[in-house]
């Protein structure tokens, strides 16, 4: 096939953004319903606390073992392999942690959410596929509208709780993985659409026409490696911030819930406190997504990931300070959410714009695996400071993090005019 004219790179384009985004939707309920659950299935089968935040590390470890291959995959073959072999991953994680419940087996249920996890790690490749043939002037724009769809889905997956036990207990399903029935039938939805409907493929467009562009002007285009390592570890960093705090919410909700309610305490009293606190947090992560993403075009991308900083920041404080009230918890996770949204946009829109075509999808992927190892790093240490430091001290440990990428920020600053 012959390199796109503009004309039909801007059509193109338009199409990839909307087939993605209807694809974010449809994933974005599994992997809602899978964030909700993971730590409360993980403490309920193992009978440990302490051992929950194992669930959302498996989850976080899954991209980080599969990020890299399905990045190498999407150079060789393109997008759409890709993203639909990550919707066999999730198919087959949601089968497992059912299975894994109806047995009460612990290591089936990581291996389950690991699996999942895999799966996701193609949900995290479509905001950098909605880069892959926008203009400079837009590629904020356009990777935020990506990431903005996920939010119908993210919050509808949480929200699915409730409704989702009423239908497992009508099909059969062990208790709490009624809602797995609704990611199923939204990944087969998802992987469809994909084989059907993204083409052409974005990036091996793109690839074609930085190949031809290239021949004709001979001009390669410059890298800048600083500013791509930094946007990594802005990227890694807000994502472990994000994720230890978030992971450890359910668990921490669960005993306020029995203190509010004593020993009157439902399990559906739980599903209602955690689905709404999450979907709030999830609505946070994506709801202002285009907000940020226009944000970063028109006043850089640095300081837009510095801003997602300030937002964390805020977060943790309301974590520290007001954890013992619901009100306080659920501000928390809307900013925890804010913050990472605006850092997540504006680093992945510096990473692909400072990073060379030949490097920029191997980047992509090592960003993505990286993220996900810390933040899977970072859950399982949630646990343990859960336990020994509450919720509080949660917080507090979390700072650290948030400092460390403001206090490196010069180190891409000096450039950062350069990438755009």
């Given at each position: 096939?012959?390199?796109?004219?503009?004309?039909?790179?801007?059509?193109?384009?338009?199409?990839?953004?909307?087939?993605?985004?209807?694809?974010?939707?449809?994933?974005?309920?599994?992997?809602?319903?899978?964030?909700?659950?993971?730590?409360?299935?993980?403490?309920?089968?193992?009978?440990?606390?302490?051992?929950?935040?194992?669930?959302?590390?498996?989850?976080?470890?899954?991209?980080?073992?599969?990020?890299?291959?399905?990045?190498?995959?999407?150079?060789?073959?393109?997008?759409?392999?890709?993203?639909?072999?990550?919707?066999?991953?999730?198919?087959?994680?949601?089968?497992?942690?059912?299975?894994?419940?109806?047995?009460?087996?612990?290591?089936?249920?990581?291996?389950?959410?690991?699996?999942?996890?895999?799966?996701?790690?193609?949900?995290?490749?479509?905001?950098?596929?909605?880069?892959?043939?926008?203009?400079?002037?837009?590629?904020?724009?356009?990777?935020?509208?990506?990431?903005w769809s996920t939010t119908i889905g993210g919050v509808a997956g949480p929200l699915l709780l409730g409704p989702g036990e009423f239908v497992g207990h009508a099909i059969g399903m062990p208790p709490q993985t009624g809602s797995y029935a609704f990611s199923f039938v939204a990944q087969?939805?998802?992987?469809?659409?994909?084989?059907?409907?993204?083409?052409?493929?974005?990036?091996?467009?793109?690839?074609?026409?930085?190949?031809?562009?290239?021949?004709?002007?001979?001009?390669?285009?410059?890298?800048?490696?600083?500013?791509?390592?930094?946007?990594?570890?802005a990227i890694a960093g807000s994502h472990v911030v994000m994720a230890s705090v978030m992971a450890m919410t359910p668990v921490h909700l669960s005993h306020m819930a029995h203190t509010m309610h004593g020993m009157d305490t439902t399990p559906a009293d739980v599903s209602a406190l955690?689905?709404?606190?999450?979907?709030?947090?999830?609505?946070?992560?994506?709801?202002?997504?285009?907000?940020?993403?226009?944000?970063a075009d028109r006043w850089g991308r640095l300081r837009v990931i510095l801003l997602g900083q300030a937002l964390l920041g805020g977060a943790l404080v309301f974590a520290v300070l007001a954890n013992d009230q619901a009100w306080g918890v659920m501000v928390a996770l809307i900013l925890?959410?804010?913050?990472?949204?605006?850092?997540?946009?504006?680093?992945?829109?510096?990473?692909?714009?400072?990073?060379?075509?030949?490097?920029?999808?191997?980047?992509?992927?090592?960003?993505?695996?990286?993220?996900?190892?810390?933040?899977?790093?970072?859950?399982?240490?949630?646990?343990?400071?859960?336990?020994?430091?509450?919720?509080?001290?949660?917080?507090?440990?979390?700072?650290?993090?948030?400092?460390?990428?403001?206090?490196?920020?010069?180190?891409?600053?000096?450039?950062?005019?350069?990438?755009?």
């Amino acid at each position: 096939m012959t390199a796109l004219t503009l004309e039909q790179q801007t059509a193109v384009q338009r199409r990839t953004v909307a087939v993605l985004s209807l694809g974010q939707v449809l994933g974005g309920i599994a992997f809602g319903a899978t964030v909700s659950l993971g730590a409360l299935l993980a403490a309920d089968i193992s009978g440990n606390d302490g051992l929950s935040g194992l669930a959302t590390a498996s989850v976080t470890l899954g991209p980080a073992l599969c990020s890299i291959p399905l990045a190498r995959m999407a150079a060789r073959f393109g997008r759409r392999r890709a993203l639909t072999l990550g919707n066999v991953f999730a198919l087959v994680g949601i089968a497992i942690v059912v299975l894994a419940v109806s047995l009460r087996i612990f290591p089936l249920l990581l291996l389950g959410t690991l699996t999942i996890g895999a799966g996701n790690a193609g949900n995290l490749q479509s905001r950098f596929a909605a880069t892959d043939l926008a203009s400079p002037q837009h590629r904020g724009r356009d990777l935020s509208i990506v990431v903005w769809s996920t939010t119908i889905g993210g919050v509808a997956g949480p929200l699915l709780l409730g409704p989702g036990e009423f239908v497992g207990h009508a099909i059969g399903m062990p208790p709490q993985t009624g809602s797995y029935a609704f990611s199923f039938v939204a990944q087969c939805a998802a992987l469809i659409l994909y084989l059907i409907a993204l083409r052409p493929d974005p990036l091996l467009a793109a690839q074609r026409l930085a190949t031809a562009a290239a021949a004709v002007t001979g001009v390669v285009r410059e890298d800048k490696p600083v500013v791509a390592r930094y946007a990594i570890f802005a990227i890694a960093g807000s994502h472990v911030v994000m994720a230890s705090v978030m992971a450890m919410t359910p668990v921490h909700l669960s005993h306020m819930a029995h203190t509010m309610h004593g020993m009157d305490t439902t399990p559906a009293d739980v599903s209602a406190l955690v689905g709404i606190t999450i979907a709030l947090h999830v609505g946070g992560m994506y709801a202002l997504s285009p907000v940020f993403g226009i944000l970063a075009d028109r006043w850089g991308r640095l300081r837009v990931i510095l801003l997602g900083q300030a937002l964390l920041g805020g977060a943790l404080v309301f974590a520290v300070l007001a954890n013992d009230q619901a009100w306080g918890v659920m501000v928390a996770l809307i900013l925890l959410g804010l913050g990472w949204s605006a850092a997540t946009v504006a680093g992945a829109a510096l990473l692909t714009e400072s990073s060379a075509p030949e490097l920029r999808t191997r980047r992509q992927g090592r960003s993505d695996s990286l993220m996900s190892l810390c933040a899977a790093a970072g859950a399982v240490l949630a646990g343990v400071i859960l336990s020994n430091f509450q919720y509080a001290g949660l917080g507090v440990a979390a700072s650290v993090v948030v400092v460390a990428i403001v206090v490196l920020s010069p180190l891409a600053r000096a450039r950062a005019a350069e990438a755009g």
